[in-house]
């Protein structure tokens, strides 16, 4: 009876022994192409590659107001208007004048000072008129609006307050950001990137750099970082998608994660990254033998956060281990082994 007990209890404990190693993905060292990338410190920021504050050229009540907030205009459309009924009848009256003057001085009855005389009244009077007048400079969207029909406007040299008006262009967003010193050297003008919005549900853009600043700020007490600048791309869906649609336009102001792509290798052996330990060029693994671990020393190559080359250290045929969750991992340790097909 005790001999019998004894084995049915065996496969019992070779059972909870075996249940309690720890699983791990078992794959193996590929082929493929790997990136060598830069991100800025922090977020980068949209803007417009065209943005200006309006204002009127002098002083006067508000008269008029032709747009509102949010709305997309053609270049020189009017926005606003101060009361200038005065000022618009003295040009239109200096315009008909020049017209008479350049016809009498065809026949030879004014003289040429008469001729310019009547061209300077116009182009004073015109100069007066326009500057009640508020003109988009560029085709754009208004995004910021302070002006009410009523008041009194009066230009003001405080530099804190907000801009009556500003707009800003529909063409290509850049993005400004900062990088660490010791990613300076990796980073030229005209290297792609990948910009990823946020305020957009995390939609991702084609980028390149426009801009290296070779210069670091030391304006941070704990960070030394250099400024760089990027021109999202066109993509041809980008191209017909309508500018009245605000889902379609990237927002100024919002923040960009950044990822700048410095160098790259085709049809080299790579792993995932996270299957590494340690820093440097030479760098620990496990390998995966008779059901144990066993920690080896490899050389990487180009690599990022998600995967990389592998130089020396490992040959195709063998089985890598990388750990599911959060067990740690250590030489010797007997596991359990969970086919997986990678990349």
Request: charged content about 25%; proline content about 3%.
């Amino acid at each position: 009876m005790i001999l019998k007990n004894l084995f049915l209890i065996a496969p019992m404990v070779l059972f909870y022994a075996c249940s309690d190693r720890p699983k791990v993905e078992t794959i193996k060292m590929a082929n493929g192409s790997v990136e060598s990338t830069v991100t800025t410190i922090n977020s980068g920021t949209v803007e417009a590659k065209s943005q200006a504050e309006l204002a009127f050229g002098t002083v006067g009540r508000i008269s008029k107001i032709y747009l509102r907030l949010g709305a997309i205009v053609p270049q020189s459309a009017i926005i606003a208007e101060l009361e200038n009924a005065d000022l618009k009848a003295i040009y239109e009256e200096s315009q008909k004048e020049l017209v008479r003057a350049e016809e009498l001085y065809k026949n030879g009855l004014v003289s040429s000072a008469n001729l310019d005389s009547a061209k300077r009244s116009r182009e004073v009077s015109k100069l007066n008129y326009e500057k009640t007048v508020m003109r988009a400079p560029f085709a754009g969207m208004i995004t910021a609006m302070d002006l009410k029909v009523g008041e009194f406007y009066q230009s003001s040299t405080n530099f804190n307050k907000k801009p009556a008006v500003q707009i800003i262009d529909l063409k290509k967003r850049i993005i400004k950001g900062e990088i660490d010193e010791v990613d300076l050297q990796k980073v030229a003008i005209g290297d792609r990137a990948r910009i990823k919005i946020p305020a957009l549900h995390n939609r991702v853009f084609s980028a390149v750099v426009t801009k290296v600043v070779p210069f670091v700020s030391t304006a941070k007490d704990q960070d030394r970082t250099s400024q760089i600048e990027l021109e999202i791309l066109a993509s041809e869906s980008d191209t017909n998608l309508d500018l009245k649609s605000k889902s379609a336009l990237i927002p100024v102001g919002a923040s960009a994660d950044v990822e700048i792509v410095s160098e790259t290798k085709e049809n080299v052996n790579i792993l995932p990254t996270n299957v590494l330990s340690g820093t440097g060029k030479t760098r620990t693994l496990f390998k995966i033998k008779d059901g144990k671990l066993i920690k080896s020393t490899v050389l990487i190559g180009l690599g990022n956060y998600e995967k990389v080359e592998i130089l020396e250290g490992i040959d195709k045929t063998d089985l890598v281990a990388r750990p599911i969750g959060s067990i740690e991992l250590s030489d010797g340790l007997k596991i359990k082994s969970v086919e997986t097909k990678w990349p």
